[in-house]
């Protein structure tokens, strides 16, 4: 009965609350009738979420998920090699591009680092996987977004285990030579935290002051909404308040607390506009952004008014998409880097019977123009992709780029109204 | 005790004008008759009229995400307020009044301080003994006994109360026991109007007086379950309403 019980649950759950009574296109009481046989008839949990699986994936939306309770129950702290929490880690940072899953950051004094990995090397196999040319071959026939993600997850999947042990890796390097290296995998920085039932997170945030031609410029970079990280962003802008000009780097950042948009976003606007608007099936709500007027040490400071650039990539996700795409509707920002995800619909997750997450949908989002950002995600201002030869140079393009710009950039004028919405 | 009176004719005689027909039909009681039936059975007018403050502690749970907290709230006469809500992975969400401000500070948008349209709301409709049942008649255009209906699974009267400024709602009475249990608000937040759905519960006695232990809130989809298990009265400090440093440094003019 368990099957079926939580089959019925999920599918009642989405009947209830997803905001489209169309379903986008699905005939929801034709697919339960389709599906729930096969639920019944489920004698495992993989026959069963293989169904569930099934089912949120005929709505071709984002944020539709079954979450292992296995995965989503594991307590901070806990060393499981699961996705996103604190599991070991080498140290690097990979990307698709170009034909290639290249390495496009190494984590100063990481294991990786200590091994010489450099920036622009090429992965081409993990452990026993040829993760590369198995890449390789699905290029052209998948969307280049989905590909990227694909990587991101195999490199991963691959890379990430649990403390203390190691993964042979073989790379290509600069001058086209293979390298093979065994990286221990070890538990690097960040804050590990867990929200509500969404599985562990490590929450990570770094800034830094760069002099261009004279000009100060602030860098934040953050892997993660998620509140943890407020306190850090403030501190942050604190010690960057006086830059000419910010860049924010959420290349990678999946998503997380969409209400972090809001008091993020307030560094950067002297008036409360939104920065989208949240539509549920019942009502609608305004994300608000709430300019800040108090620094860390509770004086009175005025917003940022410089110029800001965000740089982003196709694992820019969720909350970083409605991020960008409404401070680019309100021309506030100026974006940099990739197209994104297109994966941007504010969701929750909830518990089923058998112990797994939901994870769902339960609204649209459109910023300020009106524009989703699901589907098409976020279209750089100006498109910059991460190149190899410039990584091996030791440049990052996206990130140099965007700073360039913020170093010269005249202040922009005040954002007072949004362009569609009330 | 004048100003309930006063709320209650007003109110009375709205409803005369308003439902001539559904009064003979239904045998509706009179405002006045829902509100004192409520002030009765949790301790009476007299007994409410004494305290001066209220502090409640438990626990908010959304038991569908998985997420809970820890709840402190507290009110005082006339019109104070202060809410504590802290949720793991999350961290601190707070809210207060002191009769003229109304602020609110989180980690997701940090602090900030109610205007226009949002602070006349949240001083329209402070009031300490508000909470008890009992209303300030100049706060409201008209109070009605529109229907006797189904509302938290009971049979109830439904009280449409109109404010002059603020989210006017429906409040809910229990018919066997006379006790109020829920409304229908819309709240002006800084996201815009929010339809409110509550329902209250679970009463015991605190001292003299019998308090909702369980409350029951539909917001945005999303169904949220605050449980009292500490309530007491009188204990209140007025530094409690004091403004945090950072809405002291957003008050104070540049």
């Known amino acids: 009965m368990l099957p079926l019980a939580t089959f019925d649950t999920a599918w009642s759950i989405i009947a209830r609350t997803h905001w489209d009574t169309t379903y986008n296109g699905v005939n929801w009481t034709a697919l339960r009738d389709s599906l729930r046989p096969r639920a019944a008839a489920a004698a495992t949990q993989g026959e069963l979420r293989a169904v569930l699986q099934a089912m949120v994936g005929s709505l071709r939306q984002s944020h539709f998920d079954i979450i292992p309770a296995e995965v989503s ?64 071959r699905l290029a052209g026939s998948t969307d ?35 390298q093979v290296r065994t990286l221990d995998r070890a538990p690097i920085g960040g804050t590990e935290v867990k929200y509500g039932n969404l599985p562990p997170q490590l929450a990570d945030l770094s800034w830094e002051r760069r002099t261009i031609d004279g000009r100060r410029v602030g860098v934040i970079r953050f892997n993660i909404w998620m509140p943890v990280l407020g306190r850090a962003f403030d501190v942050a802008m604190d010690s960057l308040r006086d830059s000419d000009g910010l860049v924010i780097d959420i290349r990678g950042n999946f998503g997380g607390v969409a209400g972090m948009a809001m008091g993020i976003g307030g560094h950067m606007v002297d008036s409360a506009v939104p920065v989208g608007i949240m539509t549920t099936r019942a009502q609608s709500m305004k994300f608000t952004m709430n300019p800040r007027r108090v620094n860390t040490a509770n004086e009175r400071v005025a917003p940022f008014g410089g110029p800001v650039a965000l740089v982003v990539d196709a694992l820019s996700v969720s909350t970083s998409e409605i991020f960008a795409g409404g401070l680019q509707d309100l021309s506030r920002v100026r974006v940099f880097g990739e197209q994104t995800a297109g994966q941007a619909l504010p969701a929750v997750a909830e518990r089923l019977p058998n112990g ?67 | 005790m004048q100003q309930f009176t006063r709320v209650i004719a007003a109110a009375f005689t709205v409803t005369t004008l308003a439902l001539p027909a559904l009064a003979g039909a239904q045998a509706l009681p009179s405002v006045t008759e829902v509100f004192d039936r409520h002030i009765a059975a949790i301790g009476g007018r007299e007994a409410i009229m004494q305290l001066s403050s209220v502090q409640q502690k438990g626990t908010m749970e959304m038991a569908a995400m998985g997420i809970s907290a820890d709840v402190v709230i507290a009110m005082a006469k006339p019109n104070k307020s202060t809410m504590t809500m802290s949720i793991p992975g999350l961290g601190e969400i707070q809210q207060g009044f002191n009769g003229e401000v109304a602020w609110g500070n ?22 300490f003994h508000e909470s008890f049942g009992i209303y300030d008649t100049e706060k409201f255009t008209s109070i009605k006994v529109l229907e006797k ?25 229990s018919v066997a026991s006379g006790l109020f249990i829920g409304s229908q608000t819309t709240a002006v937040t800084p996201m815009g109007s929010m339809e409110i759905n509550a329902v209250a519960g679970d009463y015991k006695p605190f001292g003299a007086i019998k308090m909702p232990t369980k409350l029951s809130q539909s917001q945005a989809g999303q169904d949220i379950m605050i449980t009292f298990t500490d309530i007491t009265f009188d204990g209140v400090k007025d530094d409690a309403f004091a403004l945090p440093p950072a809405i002291q440094a957003l008050v104070k003019k540049p």
């Not at chain 2, 209906?149 to 009280?159: R, W």
């Not at chain 2, 109360?161 to 409040?171: D, E, F, L, Q, Y």
Request: glycine share 12%; aromatic share 6%; no cysteine.
């Open chain 2, 106 to 127: 989180d980690p997701m948008s940090g602090p900030r301080i109610s205007e226009g349209a949002e602070l006349e709301a949240r001083k329209a409709s402070a009031n």
């Open chain 1, 356 to 422: 797994d997450i939901l994870y769902h949908a339960i609204a649209d989002f459109r910023g300020p123009s009106g524009r989703s950002m699901e589907g098409d995600g976020v279209i750089p201002d100006e498109v910059v992709r991460p190149a190899r030869a410039a990584l091996l140079r030791g440049e990052d393009p996206a990130l140099d780029r965007a700073a360039a710009w913020a170093a010269t950039a005249p202040t922009p004028g005040p954002v007072t109204r949004p362009r569609v919405l009330p």
């Open chain 2, 149 to 173: 209906t189904q509302y938290g699974g009971e049979e109830a009267y439904k009280v449409e109360m109109i404010r002059k400024v603020g989210p006017s709602s429906m409040a809910y009475f």
């Open chain 1, 73 to 136: 129950d594991v307590a901070v702290g806990g060393a499981e090699a699961v996705e996103g929490s604190r599991a070991g880690q080498v140290g690097l940072t990979t990307r698709w591009s170009e034909g290639l899953l290249l390495v496009t950051d190494v984590e100063a004094g990481s294991p990786a680092a200590r091994a010489g990995v450099q920036a622009g090397w090429t992965v081409e196999q993990i452990g026993a996987d040829t993760v590369a040319a198995r890449l390789a």
């Open chain 1, 144 to 178: 280049p977004r989905r590909l990227a993600l694909s990587a991101y997850r195999l490199a991963e999947g691959g890379l990430r285990g649990a403390p203390g042990t190691s993964v042979t890796v073989r790379f290509r390097d600069g001058a086209e030579q293979a």
